[in-house]
């Protein structure tokens, strides 16, 4: 079979169905159906509280879903026999804050999972994160500790360090919210970068100019559930649900 043959039959990459969580007596996610394919870059946007980061945290079972199915190519990732360790080296996660060890190196924190999460000898494991840090921009960066680099370097790096473990899908979590406004940029061409290479994301961000240029679907997400969803052109151009037109109001005029 071609390339092209085998990946039109492959499991999509992610597959959410009927996913459901509370916490307490609060349903924050009230039955999610979501497929990412194999490439697809998907936008997720919603106001805050809606359920955004919930959902991207039971895809890699940093919560635990209460009902529901989610699969990675096919292979189940909730259920009692699931492998997560092994799970979440197939899923990147890059999240608002960077969490890199601070008496770490740039090349140190991203080789560290390489090294005691895939066992890597030291030379192969440093061989592959600098190639990591050279996707990012950050080759000459890779002795730098994170305390001598921007707010904008060291999502980067946080970023190389989910790539060079070579996941199936990038999830990002508000990955530039942190950041002053002119580090923003830096930041999100990587992820175009990554995108234009073929990663497959799920990207939650509020970045709408980056959602036009990047997105193949944008999803908008409103107390716990998707209420629309479509190519950008046409969620920000003729959103057909109030409550989406109502959150895009507000962002008018920005990015
Ligand atoms: P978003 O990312 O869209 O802002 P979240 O998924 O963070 O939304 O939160 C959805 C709802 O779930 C909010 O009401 C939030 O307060 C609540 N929530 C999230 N995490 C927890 C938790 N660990 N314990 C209790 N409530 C939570
Ligand atoms: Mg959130």
Do not use: W
């Not at 950050?138 to 070579?166: D, F, M, N, T, W």
Request: charged fraction near 25%; aromatic fraction near 4%.
């Amino acid at each position: 079979m071609t390339q092209a043959a085998q990946e039109a039959v492959a499991p999509p990459t992610l597959v959410v169905r009927g996913l459901r969580k509370s916490f307490g007596s609060e349903e924050v996610l009230q039955g999610i159906d979501l497929t990412v394919a194999r490439r697809e870059l998907v936008f997720v946007l919603g106001p805050s509280g809606s359920g955004k980061s919930t959902m991207l945290r039971c895809c890699n079972r940093l919560e635990e879903p209460d009902a529901g199915e989610i699969t990675l190519e096919g292979d189940p990732v909730t259920g009692p026999k699931v492998d997560v360790n092994q799970l979440r080296r197939r899923m990147g996660m890059v999240f608002q804050a960077f969490n890199l060890y601070p008496h770490l190196s740039a090349l140190s924190n991203v080789t560290l999972a390489l090294r005691k999460v895939r066992g890597l000898p030291r030379p192969e494991a440093e061989a592959m994160g600098l190639t990591a840090l050279d996707r990012v921009g950050l080759k000459a960066k890779a002795a730098s500790y994170p305390a001598h680099l921007s707010g904008g370097q060291q999502q980067r790096v946080a970023i190389a360090r989910a790539l060079a473990l070579e996941p199936s899908v990038m999830l990002f979590d508000e990955p530039t919210s942190a950041l002053d406004p002119e580090l923003v940029g830096d930041v999100l061409a990587v992820m175009q970068d990554m995108k234009a290479q073929g990663m497959t994301m799920l990207v939650v961000s509020h970045e709408m100019k980056f959602a036009r240029d990047a997105a193949d679907r944008v999803i908008f997400m409103d107390a716990g559930r998707i209420v629309e969803q479509g190519t950008p052109e046409q969620i920000f151009e003729t959103p057909h649900h109030e409550r989406t037109q109502t959150f895009l109001a507000r962002f008018s005029g920005r990015g």
